[in-house]
Every structure is written in C-alpha cells, then in structure tokens.
C-alpha cells in the first residue's frame, strides 16, 4: 500500500516540485496539492491522506494554524512542515500543535521521503539543527495577543482589527500594549518585527 501524500504550498513552483520528488518514489503516492490552508483543511476531510507536508506561510490560514485546527479535529493525518524558516519559535508552536515534522525546503531530496516514511510509521522527525534549538526563549504571547499584532502587521487599524475579531477598539488597545510590553518594543510596528523574527507571529 502506498502512502498517500497530500501537499498545502502556495508557490506553484516548490508545489510542483514536491510532488516531482515524491512521485519517484515507489512508496509514495501525492494524492492531493493545495495552494492555501483553507484548500488543504478541505481536501483533508475529502482525500484522507496519510501525510500532509504542509508550508508554514500560506494564505488564509497558516500551516501551523492548520495543523493546530487538524489537532482540534482529532484528524488522523500525520503533519510534517517543510519551510525556509529556521525559528525556533515556529518549531515550538509547530510542536504544540501535534506535528509530527520539521524539515527546511533545503533539505535532501532523500531526506524528505525517508521523512514521509518515518512519520507514517509514527516517527518524530525534526531537522537536527533546529532540534538542538527549539526550546529556547519561551513565547510570551497569548493566541489572542498573537492575532491582534498579526492584524496590525498588515496595518489594519484598532477599528479595523476589533471588526475582525469582534472585540471592542478598547479591548484591542490592551491587547497591542500587552504585547509591546511583553517583547520590550516600543510600538507595535517594532513588536510585530521582534516577534516575525522569534518566529512568534
């Protein structure tokens, strides 16, 4: 039986060549390609796939947002994110989230098949660099606080971002000085930048 893949990036470039890579492999069969978030959840529920290889920065909902809302539905795929990201702070969170790995897209081609192989046999595979890494400075920020200094990242207002998450301008406010204050920043511009850094955003 073959392992069915199903792969969520948004560059139709690395799509493609993903899914190049693991269709050599006798073993592995890509039964799906998402170019969001949204698209994979969905296509989750309709292909049921074994493994999803899932990007960390996709539109509409992030591949660590995805692999927290798959957790919450109990589904049984097994998650590996592949990324140009090397934060520890997104290891962290990727890890909380029940993901099973963690390679960067610069890994060898052997390597991400041997991955797929290994988390579906219920293996933990983690790029050993980032590994050594991944619990250093703990994320100050709370889902709520994250969201909010998301929105004003992408130069939402206060009114605009209390629209969007149905909260009061008031309670937005107090959610960004939080924030500020917690990463040490002296606005919210200076507190989106420290915590995209940290991989915490």
Known sequence: MSIRVLIAEDQALVLGALAALLEIEGDIEVVGQARNGEEALEMVGKLHPDVLLADIEMPQMTGLDLAAELKRQQASVRIIIVTTFARQGYLRRALESGVSGYLLKDSPAAQLADAVRRVHAGLRVVDP????????TADPLTERERQVLR??????????IAGRLSLSEGTVRN??????????AS???????????????
């Open 175 to 184: 959610y960004l000085s939080e924030a500020i204050s917690k990463l040490g």
């Open 129 to 136: 660099e980032l590994a050594s890494e991944a619990w250093g």
């Open 151 to 160: 929105f004003a990242d992408e130069g939402a207002s206060g009114a605009d």
């Open 187 to 201: 606005n919210r511009t200076e507190a989106a930048r420290i915590a995209r850094q940290k991989g915490w955003l």
